[in-house]
């Protein structure tokens, strides 16, 4: 137990100069140890000999800090880009990250070894002069799903279809206990996002299109995440991405994505009244920090939108906690160097830089912008109260290391059962001619097949193992292939799984097909088709050709084109990326009954994106809709 240092006094401290720093370290040890024999006799006893300098306050600590401390802890690093672990100490950083597939040893690995690679890292921030710890972010955005073995929820737009808000937050607090069990205390979640064109590739990072339904699950998720209030056992939340990243023009996304990063060319009515209530119902259940988007609203980035990040996140919102940019987001603005769009988004409000590489560039940008004036000291010394005021909340300058009771837990049965009520609840059924409920009764066959019916991987989606997911087994979980087979153990019901050879000789009373999109993430799922695909529309055809009850299950971020294919089937459920549960859809089909509702419109065609409530088109599909026949 590493106890917060009484403060022995206040020493001068010389510029941070790195280079110099094992020999100021070694000056300033004989410093402390002289100044403590001096004044040991004037202080309260301390719990034990002050290892180092340390601080015991935000505010003790900022009279303590260089400015290139303060820069440090203004700075984020990407695991993968620590090129010397020694550089965490002696430039002080604030916070390492490890983005999408960002593992011990590139994607995936163990809960204990995520614990000890985060442990190891905070081992060298205790080292920096001062001995601030890190505090380590991940995006933990639907379980833990870095992690192997961890649990996998559905996605936002799944849990959107719950609208259950008590659900949402228990969902985060198991994540939260899975992301503890491997040392981290900071998530990139909640997405508040409102995905407003369903052509967007992140659409199912959100909960839906309508922000009374996102704002509750949206503090829902918060409290889940860091509890009644922030303590050792918190995660801190994320409201992301700040703001209107779902509001943007179809063909203006940037990066080389087509809507995705793209301009929200929207009135600020618009904006306040579609895009920030999220942000209110957040910043209100306390929410300890805010990404921003790397979108523009008006031709303008939001990295370096001022008006967004000071006057109305910080100002009219009142938020406390501290914002951090996106993955290299800064590096987006056009200024004409990158010291100068580190001034630009320090002083646009932005708190933390997610570098995530160039970290002594970083420092030295804000260090030479305070320097030449073009960043106010005051700016800085706000950005580090907030960061170090969420480290003190947090408790991690007395508990730095992984909660190891955590690290059992994680992918046990009973997060695994949450995880199966939300799959049951996040279930959308829009077509049902009483091909359902299926019975367990009786003695009949069931065929299955499609491209999901057995792949994991197509099940999760995205942000699962690796940044983009992947096919097949790529972690501990339950296909639907094998969850019918559970659940017809012991029954006179014989099921056959064809996968994708659907044109094989083969009869069966039930045909269930399941199947839909491929995973992808962030830009590279942007679509101008929606199409729901040749393969998934003849295997479905082929299926349902030759059985007297057909049922399919759509697994997919977000509405696909799918008139031509409810002729085909008795029944059509919306399954959305369901996670490593697969149980819970079976559960369903055999009776537990449908309670989800569209968090989305459906189009038509995609010719109607975007389509949203309200906005006098007549979807496929309503938002809301759900049929509940049993
Ligand atoms: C990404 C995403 C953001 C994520 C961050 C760190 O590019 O936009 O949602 O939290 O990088 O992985």
Request: contains cysteine.
């Amino acid at each position: 137990m590493r106890h917060v240092l009484s403060t022995p006094i206040d020493l001068p401290t010389p510029a941070a100069s790195p280079a110099s720093g094992r020999v100021r370290r070694s000056l300033l040890t004989l410093a402390v140890t002289a100044a403590t024999v001096l004044t040991a006799s004037l202080l309260p006893p301390t719990p034990q000999a002050a290892a180092a300098a340390g601080c015991i306050s935000t505010a003790d600590c900022l009279a303590k800090m260089t400015l290139a401390e303060k820069a440090g802890q203004m700075t984020q690093v990407a695991n993968s880009y620590v090129s010397n672990k020694n550089d965490i100490a002696t430039y002080g950083l604030g916070s390492v990250l490890s983005g999408g597939g960002g593992g011990p040893n590139g994607a995936g690995g163990t809960a204990t070894q995520w614990a000890d690679m985060v442990d190891d890292y905070q081992s060298y921030a205790l080292k920096s002069r001062l001995g601030i710890p890190l505090i380590y972010g991940v995006d933990a955005v639907h379980g833990h799903n870095n992690v192997q073995g961890a649990v996998l929820f559905p996605h936002h737009i799944g849990m959107g279809a719950t609208r259950d808000a008590a659900l949402v937050q228990q969902v985060e607090d198991v994540t939260r206990q899975e992301v503890l069990g491997t040392g981290i205390h900071w998530t990139f979640a909640p997405c508040v996002c409102v995905p407003r064109d369903d052509r967007w590739g992140r659409t199912y990072e959100g909960y839906g299109e309508d922000p009374s339904v996102v704002g509750p699950l949206a503090q829902a998720a918060v409290a889940g995440f860091q509890g009644p209030s922030l303590g050792t056992n918190s995660v801190l939340a994320t409201a992301k991405h700040f703001i209107a990243d779902g509001g943007t023009t179809f063909g203006t996304g940037s990066s080389g994505y087509l809507i995705d990063q793209g301009d929200a060319r929207i009135s600020e009515t618009e904006l306040r009244a579609v895009h920030l209530p999220p942000y209110t119902s957040a910043v209100n259940g306390g929410a300890g920090s805010v990404m921003i988007s790397y979108s523009s609203w008006n031709g303008v980035k939001d990295h370096g939108n001022a008006h967004l990040i000071t006057d109305i996140l910080k100002g009219e919102l009142g938020f406390k906690g501290f914002v951090v940019s996106d993955w290299a987001g800064v590096k987006q603005l056009s200024d004409a160097t990158y010291a100068d769009q580190v001034a630009h988004a320090v002083n646009a409000g932005i708190d933390m830089i997610m570098v995530p590489d160039d970290y002594v560039g970083t420092i030295n940008a804000i260090v030479n912008g305070v320097n030449s004036g073009k960043i106010p000291l005051a700016r800085v010394n706000d950005a580090v109260t907030r960061i170090l005021n969420a480290k003190f909340a947090l408790d991690l300058f007395n508990h730095p290391y992984t909660d190891r009771t955590y690290t059992a837990q994680v992918g046990s049965a009973a997060h695994r059962a949450v995880a199966r009520q939300a799959v049951r609840e996040s279930l959308v059924l829009l077509k049902n001619n009483g091909a359902l409920p299926l019975s367990k009764t009786g003695t009949y066959k069931i065929v299955v097949g499609g491209k999901s019916v057995d792949n994991l991987g197509y099940q999760l989606g995205g942000w699962s193992i690796s940044w983009q997911g992947g096919s097949g087994a790529t972690t501990t979980g339950t296909t639907f292939w094998q969850a019918l087979q559970q659940a017809t153990a012991g029954t006179g019901i014989t099921v056959q799984n064809v996968g994708t050879r659907t044109k094989g000789p083969y009869t069966a009373d039930v045909g269930i097909w399941v199947g839909g999109e491929t995973p992808y993430a962030e830009g590279k799922g942007d679509s101008s088709t929606l199409a729901f695909g040749s393969d998934n529309s003849s295997q479905l055809s082929d299926i349902c050709s030759r059985v007297t009850v057909c049922i399919a299950i759509l697994y997919s971020g977000r509405p696909l084109v799918i008139k031509d294919q409810l002729p085909k089937v008795g029944a059509f459920v919306a399954g959305w990326l369901p996670g490593t549960e697969a149980q819970g859809i079976t559960d369903v089909l055999f009776g537990s009954g449908f309670i989800g509702k569209l968090p989305v419109s459906w189009p038509n065609a995609v010719t109607d994106e975007p389509i949203n409530s309200g906005d006098g088109k007549t979807p496929l599909f309503p938002l809301g809709y759900g049929l509940t026949p049993y």
